[in-house]
């Protein structure tokens, strides 16, 4: 038996994993909250891709690019998913299961990310049960400020 073998070994085992570019995860989303920020293509289709997971979504978008507003369209009527016109704050992460942001700056991204950390923190604090949360931050345009 061979004690570790490598990743090049393992890619010639017949159904080996090969290496990826992004981990896929999967989240018991099921009426659980999400909340999104942002304004771009990609996160109208992480916005779609969580709401098809069936959780409540909401994003926040001051200025929602055509996919967001095209996607709110097609989910007219639905309870389960809402678009706010305005900028996120970090009340708006509190009880969320998942929250998902592409921002203008890494600063944005890092000052979301904190804010979700906090909102967790609090609600573990208040229900004394540890929530299941998972808080993604970039920025697609990845300027610094």
Request: with cysteine; hydrophobic share 50%.
């Amino acid at each position: 038996m061979q004690p570790h073998a490598s990743l090049d070994d393992a890619q010639e085992a017949p159904g080996a994993i090969a290496p990826i570019s992004k981990l896929p995860i999967f989240l018991d989303l099921q009426d659980r909250p999400a909340t999104l920020a942002g304004d771009t293509a990609g996160l109208a289709w992480k916005a779609e891709l969580i709401a098809a997971a069936g959780a409540r979504v909401r994003v926040f978008s001051a200025q929602p690019s055509e996919e967001l507003r095209a996607l709110a369209a097609r989910r007219a009527g639905d309870d389960r998913f809402q678009l706010v016109a305005r900028e996120w704050t970090a009340q708006d992460l509190a009880g969320a299961a998942i929250a998902v942001a592409d921002l203008p700056t890494l600063a944005d991204a890092a000052a979301f990310k904190a804010a979700g950390t906090r909102m967790a923190c609090s609600s573990t604090r208040s229900t004394r049960a540890r929530p299941a949360i998972s808080i993604s931050a970039s920025s697609s345009r990845a300027r610094r400020s």
